[in-house]
């Protein structure tokens, strides 16, 4: 299983970058699937996931209302569309698949794409 994340990029404070992560999975219609990131200096954390069974998408508290997780099943890729971002959105954004555990946790998610770096300046 690969996943592959791209369209990151440097962008100014307000302006929206729509990531995507294609993954070479062939249960992923029936996957959960996250995006989780990593600042300077911290921990990889949750921003947004779908869970499969309830289809319903969870968010941080730091993305509700500006970050859309979506998904295209037919493509098999998902995304992360950003909108209002801030200098404090810098960071690398992993998408993941497969979710095995806890959801906001990194550890609970299987499969993991190698990253893209998010640039926002102010």
């Known amino acids: 299983v690969q996943l592959q994340a791209s369209g990151g990029g440097l962008v100014q404070a307000g302006d929206s970058l729509t990531l995507s992560c294609a993954a070479s999975m062939r249960t992923f219609r029936s996957s959960s699937i996250a995006w989780f990131r990593q600042r300077p200096g911290k921990e990889r954390e949750f921003v947004a996931a779908?869970?499969?069974?309830?289809?319903?998408?969870d968010y941080s508290a730091s993305a509700k209302g500006r970050f859309t997780i979506f998904r295209d099943d037919d493509k098999r890729t998902f995304y992360l569309e950003m909108t209002s971002l801030k200098p404090e959105d810098t960071a690398i954004y992993y998408c993941?698949?497969?979710?095995?555990?806890?959801?906001?946790?990194?550890?609970?998610?299987?499969?993991w794409g190698q990253g893209t770096q998010v640039t926002v300046s102010s």
């Open positions: 779908i869970v499969r069974g309830g289809g319903v998408a």
């Open positions: 993941a698949a497969n979710r095995i555990g806890q959801m906001m946790v990194a550890a609970g998610w299987q499969y």
